[in-house]
């Protein structure tokens, strides 16, 4: 009795032990999902249908903070749009979260990502959520955001993490569990395509926001992307991690990248990349692109005056089965049917000859109808 006594007080201490090392692990991410085989991801991406979409935010929100916050959610307003995006073919969205609004209310959150996923899964559409993001304001702020400048594109943008939060170690922590929070709630969810762990990394926003840049910020981001990885990786999701490829439009044959570039490529599941140039250009980054064996989609692309269009990269892209994200859907508060240029030579007085980007209207007509047209050919909608 004695021994049987010891041997089941012992084992009752071993599955306790045994418990408390698996709630350890979950919660400090003692194990966590590898980087993707190549046969994983070209298994996965041959089950996706042709990915078409844009990237996305309401056409009453100015940024990622208008869009989300409790005040400002438009359920109703999302769901109009994305039944206009669902009547063309459209069936993903590219869509930026932001850590403020975790930090701010966390289950108010994501119960309006699982609301705003519900919308889009009535209309077919599987987003890409953008967890991070280097583009545009450096000091992001909670609450009402500014209006827009008159006659300036994508005037009230932020990044994400915002200066101070980069500039500081001990904010590291809390960025780590947004990642690990966020893509957690939603890792089985199978009405997400993906994530997309920062949008172009160590952009310095000389354009626009030089003087509010943090100094040393290429660096800083540089040493944060690989852990932005594992911290999603942490969270075991069954959908593929990435982050675009960007600043390497022309380049003849991907030699000699960037750090950053060479992390994105060598971190990424799944291979994706941004491209405002012309359709030679285009078909050339592809070229080299898939020499790393992976599947490849585009999640930027097409800036009218720059040769980059629905009528030039659309049909290259189905012919080489490469998904095909455009920036902008509907005009609206972020005017980036404007071009990049405003910032210099804001257009108050007289509209650009060409839009920029944008597809419809904010009464959802479109732009120029043939791009609407071309749309629907190419993804079958009947």
């Known amino acids: 009795m004695k021994r049987n006594k010891f041997i089941f007080t ?203 840049e943090l100094k040393g910020k290429t660096a800083r981001v540089t040493k944060l992307l690989p852990q932005a990885f594992a911290w999603a990786r942490e969270a075991n999701p069954t959908q593929p991690l990435t982050s675009g490829v960007w600043a390497v439009d022309t380049s003849p044959d991907g030699t000699n990248l960037g750090e950053l570039q060479q992390i994105q490529l060598r971190e990424s599941d799944i291979i994706t990349f941004h491209n405002y140039s012309w359709p030679e250009f285009f078909k050339r980054q592809i070229s080299w692109l898939k020499k790393y064996n992976r599947p490849v989609i585009c999640t930027e692309f097409m800036a009218r005056p720059m040769g980059s269009t629905f009528d030039t990269i659309l049909p290259i892209a189905k012919q080489e089965r490469v998904g095909a994200i455009n920036w902008g859907f509907v005009a609206g508060k972020t005017q980036t049917y404007l071009p990049w240029d405003s910032w210099e030579r804001p257009y108050v007085l007289s509209q650009p000859p060409v839009w920029f980007h944008e597809v419809l209207h904010p009464d959802g007509t479109p732009y120029r109808q043939a791009e609407v047209d071309l749309i629907r050919e190419l993804t079958e909608k009947k």
């Open 10 to 212: 012992t084992s009752i201490l071993l599955i306790s032990a045994v418990i408390a090392a698996a709630g350890l692990c979950a919660s400090d991410g003692c194990a966590q999902t590898p980087r993707w085989t190549e046969q994983k991801a070209n298994a996965w991406y041959a089950q996706q249908p042709w990915l078409v979409g844009s990237n996305y935010v309401p056409k009453s929100a100015i940024n990622q903070m208008e869009m989300w916050q409790e005040a400002t959610f438009d359920p109703a307003e999302i769901d109009k749009e994305f039944s206009w995006a669902e009547a063309m073919g459209m069936n993903t969205m590219r869509v930026f979260l932001h850590d403020l609004l975790w930090q701010q209310d966390s289950p108010g959150f994501q119960k309006r990502m699982d609301q705003f996923l519900a919308i889009a899964a009535r209309h077919r559409i599987r987003p890409m959520f953008v967890l991070f993001d280097s583009c545009w304001d450096p000091l992001p702020h909670l609450g009402p955001q500014r209006p827009p400048i008159p006659g300036v594109h994508n005037s009230g943008w932020v990044q994400s993490p915002g200066a101070a939060a980069l500039a500081d170690p001990s904010q590291y922590p809390r960025l780590k569990a947004y990642v690990r929070d966020v893509v957690g709630a939603f890792a089985k969810d199978e009405r997400i395509l993906a994530w997309d762990v920062w949008n172009e990394p160590g952009s310095d926003n000389a354009g626009s926001y030089a003087k509010e």
